[in-house]
């Protein structure tokens, strides 16, 4: 017989709830309105005088040619940070959970690069890819190539994606080797018994079991390429050079806060919020079909 736990009719759930509502609304819910309405508007640079004119500023965004060209250097841009920390974050966690001496050590060290913000993540790699003193360059110059990210946009292009993968390598770490440590060890020792390789075991056991895992930084990531690389670029290239690494959401402060044109940069907000929202939905619509639970 099935019990059924009965509740009496209280203002405590939604006292507890309260803080979170209230948060989600003053930092996400009213920004947000705010600049969807600012999009329809149209301001001059000391925010003086305003004019609504409906759709005006996503006309213009859709006939610039400058803000296409963003538009697939970010889809570029994201997909290669996505795939590449992901990659090397499952190959990192496949070694470290086969680690038995000095595992902790190992795992501590892979997690570290987390901790560190975004803007020093791209100072980082600045220094050490900077043409007069980087260590990089110099060594990259021994085998004649000519190394400045400056002047090159491939490379600059190169850099900024490097960099934003590094940051974002332990936070996927963390979850691939979570996910590897809850495979049953029955399974593998079945398939290692079988005459299975590691590389077979692995192919065949590891990644189908940790596919939900995966489905889940996919979305992660995505969302981290859009928005959180925002302080790498700025440390790194600043968008140069002449806008190769500039993504949409750097576009977003370049004209809104340098070219303090309100109502194009809030237009571009809202474009970007709603490529994020869509490629969600369809992520947890049809990719998640594929993921193996």
Not at 105 to 114: G, H, S, V
Request: avoid cysteine.
């Amino acid at each position: 017989m099935l019990k059924r736990v009965h509740f009496q009719k209280t203002l405590l759930p939604f006292l507890l709830v309260a803080p979170q509502i209230l948060v989600t609304l003053v930092f996400f819910m009213w920004p947000a309105g705010q600049a969807l309405y600012q999009s329809f508007l149209i301001e001059d640079a000391f925010g003086l005088s305003q004019e609504f004119v409906w759709f005006e500023n996503f006309e213009i965004l859709m006939e610039d040619k400058v803000y296409r060209q963003t538009f697939w250097r970010t889809a570029v841009f994201s997909s290669l940070v996505a795939v590449s920390s992901m990659s090397i974050a499952l190959i990192l966690a496949g070694f470290a959970e086969r680690v038995i001496k000095g595992s902790g050590a190992y795992r501590t060290l892979l997690i570290w690069p987390y901790a560190v913000a975004p803007v020093l993540a791209g100072a980082l790699w600045v220094f050490m890819f900077n043409p007069t003193l980087g260590i990089f360059p110099f060594l990259l110059e021994k085998v004649n190539i000519d190394w400045n990210h400056y002047l090159n946009g491939g490379q600059a292009m190169g850099l900024v994606v490097s960099a934003a993968a590094w940051k974002q390598v332990a936070y996927n770490f963390l979850f691939y080797l979570a996910a590897m440590q809850s495979i049953p060890k029955s399974v593998v020792e079945a398939a290692a018994i079988d005459g299975a390789s590691p590389l077979r075991r692995f192919w065949t056991i590891t990644l189908p079991l940790v596919s939900p895992t995966t489905f889940f930084l996919l979305v992660i990531n995505i969302v981290y390429a859009f928005f959180d690389t925002f302080g790498i670029i700025h440390a790194v290239t600043q968008g140069g050079p002449a806008n190769a690494t500039t993504i949409l959401v750097y576009k977003v402060y370049n004209d809104g806060f340098v070219g303090l044109d309100l109502g194009g940069s809030a237009a571009q907000s809202v474009v970007l919020m709603g490529i994020v929202i869509v490629m969600t939905v369809v992520q947890f619509r049809y990719v998640e079909k594929k993921v193996e639970y």
